[in-house]
């Protein structure tokens, strides 16, 4: 069983972050997580906000086994030129980038000169970005006169070995949940693990899987799991934190919340990360170390590393 680890918030400076992802794969996890594309944050801290791709391609190069994940947003890029980077880090790292895409719902987005869309037109731009990048990874001379992709003959070398680059979905409403079946081979559940929730989540998902003639079951399933290592298991403190911290879970309630949080002594958030991983038939359990300075976030990666844990980071 595989065990990943996630950063984010822009908390750490590029030396700190490479210094604990670098930790990460020393300690056996299968992926490190970090910021992927934004415009700005809601905090008006002067601390770096360091370009996503720019990030996650650095880390790739300066590490040797481990996977790195960053979330990519449509609205952001060109959809060739997208297809075109992600084939090259694939080129470079092979099998060693989490292609993460989602559709994205900043409003700070329109400050930065980006496209302030509905709901309904952001998703109608992922379908034909995630359509555009599938053909371009399989080696064709694709033309596209979408709504929101227009390519002329666009190529993309190199062409990824077997002609594709899985493509992971970060969904947890129907329409979503939809594009996850339609084009994805990992399914970045964008809930708290809440079984009740995930259960439901994931009907949606079997029932549009069933129409696209697709196996759910083939879908691997990713999910990030607020954990922190305190021997007072101040649950308390530790929901204040989740909810500063993941404002779009507002919805769920406290009592719900507190289920789907990992607090305790070393041996039970080990124990709890396996269990949760079973009840909701993780593939990738994301530990989520968002916030946690440099030596909080190192104290508790040596404390739920795969190397102690019972997860295996190779299998």
Same mark, same amino acid.
């Given at each position: 069983?595989?065990?990943?680890?996630?950063?984010?918030?822009?908390? &750490?400076?590029? =030396?700190?972050?490479?210094?604990?992802?670098?930790?990460?794969?020393?300690?056996?996890?299968?992926?490190?997580?970090?910021?992927?594309?934004?415009?700005?944050?809601?905090?008006?801290?002067?601390?770096?906000?360091? &370009? %996503?791709?720019?990030?996650?391609?650095?880390?790739?190069? &300066?590490?040797?086994?481990?996977?790195?994940?960053?979330?990519?947003?449509? &609205?952001?890029?060109?959809?060739?030129?997208?297809?075109?980077?992600?084939?090259?880090?694939?080129?470079?790292?092979?099998?060693?980038?989490?292609?993460?895409?989602?559709?994205?719902?900043?409003?700070?987005?329109?400050? !930065?000169?980006?496209?302030?869309?509905?709901?309904?037109?952001?998703?109608?731009?992922?379908?034909?970005?995630?359509?555009?990048?599938?053909?371009?990874?399989?080696?064709?001379?694709?033309?596209?006169?979408?709504?929101?992709?227009?390519?002329? #003959?666009?190529?993309?070398?190199?062409?990824?070995?077997? %002609?594709?680059?899985?493509?992971?979905?970060?969904?947890?409403?129907?329409?979503?949940?939809?594009?996850?079946?339609?084009?994805?081979?990992?399914?970045?559940?964008?809930?708290?693990?809440?079984?009740?929730?995930?259960?439901?989540?994931?009907?949606?998902?079997?029932?549009?899987?069933?129409?696209?003639? #697709?196996?759910?079951?083939?879908?691997?399933?990713?999910?990030?799991?607020?954990?922190?290592?305190?021997?007072?298991?101040?649950?308390?403190?530790?929901?204040?934190?989740?909810?500063?911290?993941?404002?779009?879970?507002?919805? !769920?309630?406290?009592?719900?919340?507190?289920?789907?949080?990992?607090?305790?002594?070393?041996?039970?958030? #080990?124990?709890?990360?396996? =269990?949760?991983?079973?009840?909701?038939?993780?593939?990738?359990?994301?530990?989520?170390?968002? %916030?946690?300075?440099?030596?909080?976030?190192?104290?508790?990666?040596?404390?739920?590393?795969?190397?102690?844990?019972?997860?295996?980071?190779?299998?």
């Amino acid at each position: 069983m595989k065990l990943a680890v996630a950063f984010a918030w822009h908390t &750490h400076p590029w =030396e700190d972050l490479l210094a604990l992802v670098r930790l990460a794969e020393e300690l056996g996890f299968q992926a490190a997580f970090v910021d992927g594309d934004v415009s700005t944050l809601a905090s008006k801290s002067e601390r770096d906000v360091l &370009h %996503g791709w720019t990030v996650t391609t650095a880390l790739l190069a &300066h590490t040797r086994r481990i996977q790195i994940g960053s979330l990519r947003l449509v &609205h952001h890029w060109n959809a060739a030129q997208l297809a075109q980077a992600v084939a090259t880090a694939e080129r470079l790292s092979p099998g060693r980038l989490r292609c993460v895409i989602a559709a994205g719902d900043r409003p700070n987005d329109a400050s !930065f000169g980006l496209a302030d869309l509905p709901v309904g037109e952001r998703i109608r731009l992922l379908d034909e970005t995630l359509e555009a990048l599938r053909s371009l990874w399989s080696g064709e001379t694709v033309t596209r006169s979408g709504r929101y992709v227009r390519l002329d #003959r666009a190529r993309v070398r190199p062409i990824p070995p077997g %002609g594709a680059i899985p493509i992971a979905i970060a969904a947890r409403r129907p329409r979503m949940l939809r594009r996850v079946a339609a084009h994805a081979q990992v399914w970045e559940i964008n809930l708290p693990p809440i079984a009740a929730h995930v259960s439901a989540a994931a009907a949606i998902l079997a029932e549009a899987c069933s129409r696209q003639g #697709r196996d759910p079951g083939e879908i691997e399933r990713s999910l990030w799991i607020f954990t922190r290592v305190d021997a007072a298991a101040d649950v308390s403190a530790a929901l204040r934190e989740f909810r500063r911290l993941n404002p779009w879970f507002d919805a !769920f309630p406290d009592d719900e919340v507190r289920t789907g949080l990992v607090v305790g002594s070393a041996a039970d958030c #080990r124990r709890r990360l396996s =269990e949760l991983t079973d009840e909701l038939s993780l593939d990738l359990p994301v530990v989520d170390l968002s %916030g946690l300075d440099a030596a909080s976030a190192r104290r508790l990666m040596e404390a739920v590393a795969p190397s102690n844990s019972g997860f295996d980071a190779k299998t």
